[in-house]
């Protein structure tokens, strides 16, 4: 399957779901099997679809738990999802740190990458907002 085709799937699933106002659990069942299946056939754009539905939180949360990594000063910080649970590694030290299922503990792991690149790296402890499942969420 062409990559291209992969997206245009994805983003009219995704359009239509969004544009009939479906129930979170409608969204997550549907389109999380998808992105399995489509990453299955080789869809190495997937990243754009990250980028352009970043502001569905249930969108956001399912293409956070693919994993990813956060840039650090000389090191990365990698978010993972598995057994129901998120773990943060750092690419030098291991485990930082784990969370529960939800997407506040995802940011969370965000905002301790920043403070554990700033504390142990030398890093600018800057959060990188782009990855935060939910950038408008108020910290205690
Ligand atoms: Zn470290």
């Known amino acids: 399957m062409g990559r ?3 997206s245009s799937i994805f983003d009219r699933v995704a359009d239509a779901l969004i544009a009939e106002n ?4 409608l969204k997550r069942n549907v389109l999380g099997p998808l992105i399995d299946a489509l ?3 080789d869809w190495d754009t997937w990243g754009e679809s990250r980028e352009r539905y970043a ?7 399912l293409f956070a738990k693919l994993g990813h990594e956060i840039d650090g000063n000389g090191v990365y910080g990698e978010i993972d999802f598995a057994d129901s649970a998120w ?3 750092c690419s030098r030290h291991g485990l930082v ?3 529960t299922d939800t997407p506040g503990e995802h940011d969370r792991l965000v905002r301790l990458w920043a403070q554990h690149d700033h504390e142990l790296h030398g890093g ?3 959060v990188d907002t782009d990855v935060l499942i939910d950038p408008q969420a108020v910290i205690d």
């Open 55 to 61: 502001n569905d939180l249930v969108i956001a949360e």
């Open 97 to 99: 740190g784990g969370g």
């Open 39 to 41: 990453r299955d056939a």
């Open 22 to 25: 479906a129930a979170d659990t």
């Open 124 to 126: 600018d402890g800057a």
């Open 87 to 89: 773990s943060l590694r």
């Open 4 to 6: 291209a085709d992969a």
